[in-house]
């Protein structure tokens, strides 16, 4: 089992900026990718950003490219997205994820935490 704790979220200004963290901890850590998700009531959940936690590589929605930024610490066994330039298109809850089983699904889930983002 791998706990995922989502922390950060909150409100902000259009144009400002907010960072989240996810700390992983459980079974021995052998994640092979995190991802960062984001939802709103009524709408399927979207990708945001991924890392590759073997060698950092990362991907990113068209939406969030060039505003948002995931990076890790490895040695806390976190990943954090760096959101820069908000609008209120990006508010939503937002899910940490990570996959353990090197397929395309995501194995475990965050709780979640609310960023909003008013005008």
């Known amino acids: 089992q791998v706990q995922l704790v989502e922390s950060g979220g909150g409100l902000v200004q259009a144009g400002g900026s907010l960072k989240l963290s996810c700390a992983a901890s459980?079974?021995?850590?052998?994640?092979?990718?995190m991802g960062w998700f984001r939802q709103n009531p009524g709408t399927e959940r979207q990708f945001v950003a991924i890392l590759n936690w073997g060698d950092g590589s990362t991907y990113y929605a068209d939406s969030v490219k060039g505003r948002f930024t995931i990076s890790r610490d490895i040695a806390k066994n976190t990943v954090y997205l760096q959101m820069n330039s908000l609008t209120p298109e990006d508010t939503a809850v937002y899910y940490c994820?990570?996959?353990?089983?090197?397929?395309?699904?995501?194995?475990?889930w965050g709780q979640g935490t609310q960023v909003t983002v008013s005008a």
């Open positions: 994820a990570a996959d353990v089983n090197a397929d395309p699904m995501f194995d475990y």
């Open positions: 459980g079974r021995a850590f052998s994640t092979y990718r």
